[in-house]
């Protein structure tokens, strides 16, 4: 199944034979205070900068019913974002991970975040769009 969308994810999470839980990062993409010239050209042409992790969620993807459902929420929270970076955990024997299990990879994906690591996460742009990272 082809990942255009958040919604499409959320399908496909559903679809699994054992239940998922997902870990949200919601980042926000911006340029360090000493970016040089070039850099800024490249940010404003939509390449380069940084990510920063804001907030992060876990949810079952019955929770969330679409991807307008968790803008909702994040506005609710007050976090305006650039990206979601999504990862899951697979339960076992018809039992899905707790908040509490979800707790250590969500500190782990924001670590990986934070240090530029992100090919192992699926990302969307705040229209719900895939993002791929060059």
């Known amino acids: 199944m082809t ?15 054992e239940p998922q839980r997902l ?6 993409a911006g340029l360090p205070d000493d970016a040089t010239p070039d850099e800024r050209l490249r940010f404003d042409a ?5 990510l920063t992790p804001l ?16 803008c909702n929420e994040s506005r609710e929270l007050g976090q305006a974002w650039d990206i979601v970076f999504v990862g899951a955990l697979a339960g076992t024997d018809d ?4 908040s ?9 994906m924001i670590e990986s975040i934070k240090s530029g690591r992100i090919d192992g996460f699926a990302a969307f742009d705040a229209a719900g ?4 990272f060059t």
Not at 23 to 28: E, K, P, R
Not at 129 to 132: D, G, L, M, T
Request: contains cysteine; glycine residues 6%.
């Open 55 to 70: 907030a992060c969620i876990d949810k079952r993807p019955d929770e969330l019913a679409s991807f307008e459902v968790l």
């Open 46 to 50: 939509g390449e380069g900068g940084t």
């Open 100 to 108: 509490l299990q979800a707790e250590a990879p969500l500190q782990r």
């Open 95 to 98: 039992t899905g991970p707790s």
């Open 3 to 17: 990942l255009s969308t958040f919604d499409d994810l959320l399908r496909a999470a559903r679809a699994q034979a």
């Open 23 to 28: 870990l949200l990062v919601l980042a926000t």
């Open 129 to 132: 769009e895939s993002v791929r």
